[in-house]
C-alpha cells in the first residue's frame, strides 16, 4: 500500500515512541480486512445569465403526401413545418431600442434517385401564426407559390423567405409574454413528367434580430 509524503509523515509522528518491528526476512505487507464506498453528491444550480433569444423546432422532419393539384399538368404534394418557437428571456432593460426580430427559412434542392433533383423554387410556403401574444407586434410571413404557380410570390423558398416577426423585440417582451410560434403549411408542385422515387430536401430556419432604421425621405 502506498500513502502520500503527507500520509506518510504523519504515520511517523503518530508512531513516535511506540514499538518498530523490523522485518528481517523481507518487506512487511497489510492485510486488507475491509473496505466502503462513500458517494460524493453536490447540486450545482445554472448560473443565472442575462438572457438570451433562441429558437427551437418541434420536430426534425416533414413529410409531403400527394393531393388534387386540379391541373393534369402539376403533380401536387402537401405537408406542415413543425412549430416554431422564438423564446425571449431578456429582460425588457436589457433589449436594444428600435430592435426588431424575424424568423426566415430558405429549401435546398431535393435530391432523388440516380441522381434526379428538384430545384428549391418548387417548394412553398403558407406561414401561420399559432400564438403571437397580445400585442398585435407579431406578424406572420406573406405565402410564397411555387415556380409552378403565377404571381409576384410564385418564387418558392430558394431565397431566405419570412416566416414570421416582432416589429419590435422590447415591446412584445414588455407585454409580458416570453415565447411565440408560428407554423406553415407546406407545397411541392412539380411537372407530371418528375422521376418517381424518394426525394428529401432541407429546410433551413433563421433567427435574426437587426435594428430598424427608418427610410430616408
Request: aromatic fraction near 6%; avoid cysteine; glycine fraction near 12%.
Amino acid at each position: 500500500m502506498k500513502f502520500s509524503k503527507g500520509a506518510a509523515a504523519r504515520i511517523a509522528v503518530a508512531a513516535a515512541g511506540g514499538l518498530v518491528l523490523v522485518g528481517t526476512a523481507g518487506a512487511a505487507f497489510a492485510a486488507e480486512v475491509g473496505d466502503s464506498d462513500v458517494d460524493v453528491n453536490v447540486q450545482i444550480a445554472p448560473v443565472v445569465g442575462p438572457g438570451s433569444l433562441s429558437l427551437t423546432v418541434a420536430g426534425t422532419s416533414a413529410t409531403l403526401t400527394e393531393s388534387a393539384s386540379g391541373d393534369a399538368d402539376v403533380r401536387q404534394f402537401d405537408g406542415a413545418l413543425p412549430t416554431v418557437t422564438v423564446t425571449d428571456t431578456r429582460d425588457v432593460a436589457d433589449i436594444p431600442a428600435d430592435h426588431f426580430w424575424y424568423v426566415v427559412g430558405q429549401a435546398s434542392a431535393f435530391t432523388g434517385p440516380n441522381g434526379a433533383t428538384i430545384s428549391p423554387d418548387h417548394l412553398g410556403w403558407t406561414p401561420r401564426l399559432v400564438d403571437g401574444g397580445d400585442t398585435g407586434l407579431v406578424a406572420e410571413g406573406e405565402a410564397v407559390g411555387t415556380s409552378e404557380d403565377t404571381g409576384d410570390d410564385a418564387v418558392g423558398l430558394v431565397d431566405q423567405e419570412l416566416l414570421y416577426t416582432a416589429l419590435e423585440s422590447a415591446a412584445v417582451k414588455a407585454d409580458g409574454e416570453s415565447s411565440w410560434t408560428a407554423d406553415a403549411a407546406l407545397v411541392l408542385k412539380t411537372d407530371a413528367g418528375v422521376a418517381p422515387g424518394a426525394y428529401t430536401s432541407k429546410l433551413t430556419l433563421s433567427l435574426f434580430e437587426d435594428v430598424f432604421t427608418p427610410a430616408q425621405p
